[in-house]
């Protein structure tokens, strides 16, 4: 993709291997990040998600291959300069502090002002406190809050940060049904509104096939198969990615995973569509 | 806003407490050093004894200090709020390194200077205890950040082998050897090194600026690893000079005064609880005062009081306790 200037805009993952001890966890993976979408990586547990998302967000360093960022190789750029381009949040974390919802979402600035806050860094946090309707806990500390407000909290932190790109680890690992349809209708406003790049790593495909844009279903280290959500949620991509049965239904208009092996073998898997 | 001003306040009463510290330990010293003995006090014996308080004084401030700030540092790189450097065992690297210098020095023509010299002797035992942090920050820290017990065993461990270890060595000596490497590595707040406190207080003043001048970036570490690096924070780089300066904190502080397990325990965790932030610019200030405070008014109280004990023991005994009562809180064992 290039932007006017005829730059090249876009993350560009080109031949990324890793591995822990003996153990490969990624293959030469080649992968170009789309923009202005919600791209979900899917997989079974020890597929390289996670591994390939802290390598595309420079949390961690790769055996072999390149990120490009923009064109650039991310090692040779400074970390502060990546900050001020890519977010990554990582599943909620235990804090070791108390500190306060505006706090946070201030620390989102630190790239940009290296904590001496300007004009321009307030508005930024006011801004992005009302964007994730934070106003009237603004004061509360983080850990009094519901598992779903403290989510949205650092998410207003990634906000405050102003990037363009967003890195998710599985964000919806400890929410209920209700914050994590809200969890992923905001990402959506997020890439609808404020022109955001979103990747995402997720477990529950149900969630990816409503709410992203592309899926990237990936097994054993390497990427299986891309592409738009419509065409990855198909049984037989699933069930090479997932090595398991599945049954793919169509509700109000929208394709659902089964994945319940029927009790009663010889009952027809889309029975139930429409 | 509100906040500020308690601060500031709070500040400004640990500033006067650490002068009536002060005035307190110059008057045991002067004054009741003079009663016992039972001689008059001359103008001139009075102006010994104060100097030599003063000297006192400074050193149990630099050490203070170094160890208050050190412990913050090392505490939030090691993401947790009970261990310090002199807890796993930092200053038994000290110890080990100045009876293997003196074991060669003895042995080995060459190796003559590294323990009488000073600066070389500081030089390689520094380095030393960089060495050994680094490791043991690559090997078990990193992996092992939340597992307080774990870590509080493996320093268990690790300073009781070193501890064996030197002793063993000792044991190799002969008397007059050992009675050289005594004269170093016996050290108390009573019996302080004092040929090095005017070295030791610049660097002091140097190391404190260069850990509170990351004040910030200290904050945004406390919020994890991997949110530190998303926010920017070059953070392996920050590991390895923090290490180092931890190092060279911590070989300044037992060369000066000796091991002083639970100060900065105890300075750490009683800042936090009065001035409740997170804050570094503000903890930094306030362990700072705190640790100062308990070594000046501890001391002074003690020798008012003509205690043989010095007042480190005493620290050590309520740092003990607060410890184990900060594991079965934060732990819930």
């Known amino acids: 993709m290039l932007n006017f200037k005829g730059e090249q ?73 990546i ?122 495909i149900n969630f990816a096939a409503a709410y992203a844009d592309d899926i990237v279903a990936m097994k054993g280290g390497q990427i299986m198969k891309e592409g738009a959500a419509q065409d990855i949620i198909d049984q037989t991509v699933l069930t090479e990615v997932f090595d398991h049965e599945f049954c793919i239904a169509n509700v109000y208009g929208k394709k659902v995973c089964v994945y319940f092996p029927p009790e009663d073998k010889s009952a027809k898997g889309d029975a139930i569509n429409e | 806003m509100e906040n500020n001003k308690r601060i500031r306040r709070m500040f400004f009463v640990l500033s006067i407490l650490i002068i009536v510290a002060v005035i307190i330990y110059f008057y045991a010293r002067v004054i009741g050093k003079s009663l016992d003995s039972g001689l008059p006090l ?12 003063a000297m006192s004084i400074l050193g149990m401030t630099v ?34 390194t100045q009876s293997v210098l003196v074991f060669l020095a003895s042995r080995w023509a060459v190796s003559k200077h590294l323990f009488s ?15 050994i942090s680094m490791l043991m920050y690559r090997i078990i820290l990193r992996k092992n950040k939340n597992n307080i017990v774990f870590l509080l065993l493996f320093g268990l461990i690790l300073s009781g082998m070193i501890r064996s270890f030197t002793n063993y060595i ?5 008397p007059q050897e050992f009675q050289q490497l005594k004269a170093v590595t016996s050290v108390t707040i009573t019996n302080m090194n004092t040929g090095i406190i005017l070295l030791a207080a610049p660097v002091m003043l140097v190391l404190v600026f260069l850990f509170m001048r990351k004040s910030r970036e200290y904050d945004v570490m406390l919020l994890s690893e991997s949110n530190a690096k998303s926010l920017g924070v070059p953070y392996t780089k920050r590991l390895n000079t923090n290490l180092i300066l931890i190092a060279l904190a911590m070989a300044i502080t037992t060369a000066l005064i000796g091991p002083l397990t639970f100060l900065g325990l105890l300075a750490v965790n009683i800042a936090r609880e009065l001035f409740r932030t997170y804050k570094h ?43 184990i009562c900060l594991i079965l809180k934060e732990n819930k064992l």
Do not use: W
């Open chain 2, 170 to 174: 000792e044991v190799l000596l002969n």
């Open chain 1, 9 to 81: 805009t876009m993350i560009e993952i080109k031949n990324i291997s890793q591995a822990y001890g003996n153990t490969q966890v990624l293959r030469e993976v080649n992968l170009i990040i789309k923009e202005k979408r919600i791209t979900a990586l899917i997989g079974a547990n020890g597929a390289g998600k996670s591994t390939l998302l802290n390598v595309a967000a420079n949390l961690l360093e790769p055996c072999a291959g390149t990120v490009l960022l923009d064109g650039k190789d991310i090692k040779e750029m400074k970390s502060q300069d």
């Open chain 2, 117 to 131: 010299n000073p600066y070389l002797n500081f030089l390689i035992t520094t380095g030393m205890m960089m060495v």
């Open chain 2, 42 to 53: 001359t103008a001139d014996i009075a102006k010994k004894i104060a100097s030599r308080s």
């Open chain 2, 281 to 323: 610019s503000v903890l930094f200030i306030g362990s700072i005062l705190i640790a100062i405070l308990f070594l000046v008014l501890g001391q002074g109280i003690v020798e008012l009081l003509r205690y043989a004990t010095p007042v480190t023991v005493l620290i050590d005994l309520v740092g003990g306790v607060y410890m």
């Open chain 2, 63 to 96: 050490s203070a200090a170094l160890i208050a700030v050190v412990s913050l540092a090392f505490q939030t790189i090691t993401e947790n709020r009970i261990l310090t450097p002199s807890m796993i065992g930092f200053d038994s690297v000290f110890m080990a």
């Open chain 1, 83 to 204: 900050a001020k381009r890519i977010a990554i949040l990582k599943q909620t974390q235990h804090l070791n502090m108390r500190i306060s919802v505006r706090d946070l979402v201030s620390f989102g600035r630190y790239p940009h002002s290296q904590g001496r806050l300007k004009d321009e860094d307030e508005q930024k946090i006011r801004q992005a406190i009302e964007y994730m309707n934070l106003k009237e806990i603004e004061n509360k500390f983080i850990d009094e809050l519901s598992g779903g407000q403290r989510q949205r909290a650092y998410i207003a932190m990634i906000l405050a940060q102003d990037t363009k790109y967003i890195f998710l680890d599985e964000p919806l690992n400890n929410l209920d049904i209700k914050y994590s349809v809200e969890m992923m209708t905001i990402l959506r406003k997020l890439v609808k509104e404020l022109s955001k790049t979103v990747i995402i790593v997720m477990h529950d």
